[in-house]
């Protein structure tokens, strides 16, 4: 043997032992491929339905939209329609209907006060006879 096979030798068992080396991770990461591949096969035979149950959400949801829309439709003419009266109220009874408040508010202060008024002269009458009363008690 000389000196040129002795060096292919030590070359080709240098290759073999870098290929042993360089196997083992190889092998490991087709397994963890492997496993990937199941894993995301899982998640898809479990996403499927989640995927059609989220459709049927969103159909749900938006059938829930429509009504609030005609809902707050028919809230917006009644509200309209509300202030179409109240416009026509003012309009032809609100007028009147403040003078007479203020007409009826008028009478109840007058009689209140002449009320008042005629309460404060009996007192007064009242304190004044008690007052001569006890006058002649005392002279007598």
Known sequence: MSGGEIAALVASGGFVVLVLVIAVPILKLGR??????RLVA????RATPLIGDLGDTVKHVN???ERVDTITAHTQAVTSNVAAFTSLFVATLGGPVVKVA?????VRKAAAVRRKGEVTRR???????????SRHRRRS
Not at 102 to 106: D, L, M
Not at 123 to 133: F, G, I, P, R
């Open 63 to 65: 059938a829930q939209l």
């Open 102 to 106: 203020a007409f009826t508010y008028g």
């Open 123 to 133: 007192v007064k009458q009242e304190m004044k006879a008690d007052h001569h009363s």
């Open 42 to 45: 899982g998640m898809n035979a």
């Open 32 to 37: 963890t491929v492997d496993e990937t591949t």
